[in-house]
């Protein structure tokens, strides 16, 4: 199963909003509400930041924000600051009882 | 607090098999409602899934790794112990070992990981 397609990188000036796009297909993405993503910073092991499409766990900053559109899933994060600057992975259920993850997206903040 | 701890032989020689433990404390592997599993970063690389398995024996693989991963869980010592034989190359990578609720797309925490080499 094909990964998860994210730009390679995005970037954003401390206060701005970004947005990294997650897209899938109808047997991922689209098929089911079960999209997560995470934070991973180098040498870290990542950390979840949503699931189930727009949840956040308890202590994540309501400055991070999910959302779907058919079969593309979206990140947002609103009031950048330069601790958001990270690598950015989106993952999804897949149709096999599996999970597949996108290639992951580099968050500058300029 | 729950913790994952990974620990295993940080260098495997090609086709050997990759045996590697996930201690968990601070919480009960044997919940009805969580999955313990593996994934694993290749160096500079993005995110693959391996697996899962709940503490009644259920198990769940990537189907890419089927062939190559066993996925096992011992409720006495809190452990859950990932197997992946006839190693490559291609199999180098930081191996995470994390936590799944089940019916969500939740995994959280994750261990801190454990670099594992495939080279002779």
């Known amino acids: 199963h094909s990964a998860l397609t994210q730009p390679a990188s995005v970037s954003g000036s401390p206060g701005q909003s970004i947005t990294i796009s997650c897209t899938g297909t109808?047997?991922?993405?689209?098929?089911?509400?079960?999209v997560s993503w995470f934070q991973q910073y180098p040498g870290k092991a990542p950390k979840l930041i949503i699931y189930?499409?727009?949840n956040r766990p308890s202590g994540v900053s309501n400055r991070f924000s999910g959302t779907k559109s058919g079969n593309t899933a979206s990140l947002t994060i609103s009031g950048l600051q330069a601790e958001d600057e990270a690598e950015y992975y989106c993952?999804?259920?897949?149709?096999?009882?599996?999970?597949?993850f996108g290639g992951g997206t580099k968050l500058t903040v300029l | 607090q729950l913790q994952l701890q990974e620990s295993g032989p940080g260098l495997v020689k090609p086709s050997e098999t990759l045996s590697l433990t996930c201690t968990v404390s601070?919480?009960?592997?044997?919940?009805?409602?969580?999955?313990w599993g593996w994934i694993r970063q290749p160096p500079g690389m993005g995110l693959e899934w391996i697996g899962y398995?709940?503490?009644?024996?259920?198990?769940y693989y990537n189907p890419s790794l089927k062939s190559r991963v066993t996925i096992s869980v011992d409720t006495s010592k809190n452990q859950v112990s990932l197997n992946l034989s006839s190693v490559t190359a291609a199999d180098t990578a930081v191996y995470y070992c994390?936590?799944?609720?089940?019916?969500?797309?939740?995994?959280?925490?994750w261990g801190q990981g454990t670099l594992v080499t495939v080279s002779s």
């Open positions: 994390t936590r799944h609720r089940g019916d969500s797309s939740w995994f959280d925490p």
């Open positions: 993952s999804s259920y897949i149709s096999s009882a599996s999970w597949v």
């Open positions: 601070g919480g009960s592997i044997s919940s009805s409602d969580y999955y």
């Open positions: 109808s047997s991922d993405v689209g098929g089911y509400n079960y």
């Open positions: 189930d499409v727009s």
């Open positions: 398995i709940h503490y009644s024996g259920t198990t």
